[in-house]
């Protein structure tokens, strides 16, 4: 995969060429990735829904897949025995990244354009719920 990620320093003049990064350092999911430029680090997956989580990618798409199938929040997190919380952030995030994850779940899963844009619909509804409104009071006995 570090053939095909560009450099991601703005002041390197390889910025967002391919074929200039290679890998340094552990394999896996958390691999590093250097530019052969600027000497520039940065992690494998940096830019992308995966960057920064401590779950195998893999499981972040299964959840996801699961959501775009109808699946409700809270029983993904069961399903997958994870939080409502984490389901919430990674459908918040996977909305930060759509174009990306549409172009993966097309491309590499198979999903059909409804069932992308079912899940966009799903979390457009969902994020309009997130809105943290002011607690009514309770009324008073007259």
Not at 2 to 18: D, I
Not at 20 to 25: A, D, F
Not at 39 to 56: A, L, P
Request: glycine residues 12%; charged residues 20%.
């Amino acid at each position: 995969i570090a053939e095909e990620l560009a450099c991601v320093n703005p002041k390197c003049e390889q910025y967002g060429k391919t074929g200039t990064v290679v890998r340094s350092g552990m394999s896996g999911p958390n691999a590093m990735c250097c530019c052969r430029k600027c000497g520039k680090r940065f992690s494998e997956t940096y830019g992308t829904i995966f960057h920064g989580k401590h779950k195998d990618p893999a499981l972040i798409t299964k959840v996801l897949h699961a959501l775009a199938e109808g699946g409700t929040i809270r029983g993904s997190g069961r399903v997958f025995g994870i939080s409502k919380d984490t389901v919430i952030a990674w459908l918040v995030e996977a909305g930060k990244h759509g174009s990306d994850v549409e172009a993966l779940l097309i491309g590499t899963f198979n999903f059909t354009q409804v069932q992308v844009d079912e899940l966009w619909s799903f979390i457009g509804k969902k994020t309009t719920h997130a809105v943290v409104r002011p607690p009514t009071s309770p009324k008073q006995p007259s």
